[in-house]
DNA sequence: ACTCCTATTGATAATTGCTCTCAATAACAC
DNA sequence: GTGTTATTGAGAGCAATTATCAATAGGAGT
């Protein structure tokens, strides 16, 4: 593994708990998951992890940048694990599904600001909203 | 007012702390503010209002379209008045200053996906961060 | 293998942002 | 003015997240 060497490098250590949680976010890879779903895929690796330790863990691994947050505007943050490809989602209003899209056209977007604007642009967050195929006929 | 009579069509009363709620967006328009925020600003028009009342309050704006949400991804919503020219918002990471802009790719890019994929979008969130003009020199 | 230092952990308390409840109040149609 | 009922403020309740802290365990050095 290269997270180890990542880890330990930086003065962090590596944990059966880190392990577990790593595991169950590549299992998902596509799926973004909350931190209360981490936690209860986790724990069937891990019984006797901790709630705070997930937590504490997600806030790691995106600082190492192993991890991406993903906001879908629901009552809590999610999280994926970076494959490298960007991407954002497409959240169904309905039912709740999420479907990634590759063609980001921030990149474009940023040198038009940086034409208009003295801002510099380094992130930004982008989320689409609507109906997936499944909801379509039921309005 | 236009706002007092959309408010009676629907069978909603005008409040005080309605009107009071309403003024304090317009004056700050282009500035994001927060539940907290409008709440202490609209307290300095009508010192009585609750908090409860606020947060219904621009909720209830909302709905109506008079106000829209804003994600700018800290701890709280955001809300401002719906001025009806669609932009989006660039937040500095190092001071927090909120800056609009208006070219916004993302109508462009709903047709894009409306090839791709059969998920039909009607919404979409996007904001960006970097550093503005006196954050940069700080690196 | 043993020791020591200290990063990490789990349980739980605390905090934050927001929503709900409910009795009192006040729009506003008549 | 009167009556109906939408609205309000205070405070309880709630869900997500963060802080606290004593116990544990990773791993560098021996
Ligand atoms: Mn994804
Ligand atoms: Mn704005
Ligand atoms: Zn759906
Ligand atoms: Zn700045």
Redesign the pocket.
């Given at each position: 593994m290269d997270v180890?060497r990542r880890?330990?490098s930086r003065?962090?250590?590596?944990?059966?708990?880190?392990e577990a949680v790593l595991e169950v976010l590549r299992e998902n890879e596509g799926v973004p998951l909350?931190?209360?779903a981490v936690f209860e895929f986790t724990r069937e690796r891990?019984a006797?992890?901790?709630?705070?330790?997930v937590?504490?863990?997600l806030?790691l691994f995106c600082d190492l940048g192993l991890v991406l947050r993903v906001h879908l505007h629901e009552?809590?943050?999610h999280y994926e694990i970076n494959t490298g490809k960007h991407h954002h989602h497409m959240v169904c209003v309905s039912c709740g599904s999420v479907e990634e899209f590759k063609g980001c056209v921030v990149d474009e977007l940023e040198e038009s600001i940086r034409e208009d604007s003295d801002f510099v642009v380094t992130s930004h967050c982008l989320s689409l909203f609507g109906y997936c195929p499944a909801c379509l006929p039921a309005r």
């Open positions: 180890k880890l330990r003065g962090y250590r590596v944990t059966p708990q880190r909350d931190p209360e891990y006797g992890i901790g709630l705070a330790t937590y504490r863990t806030e009552g809590s943050q």
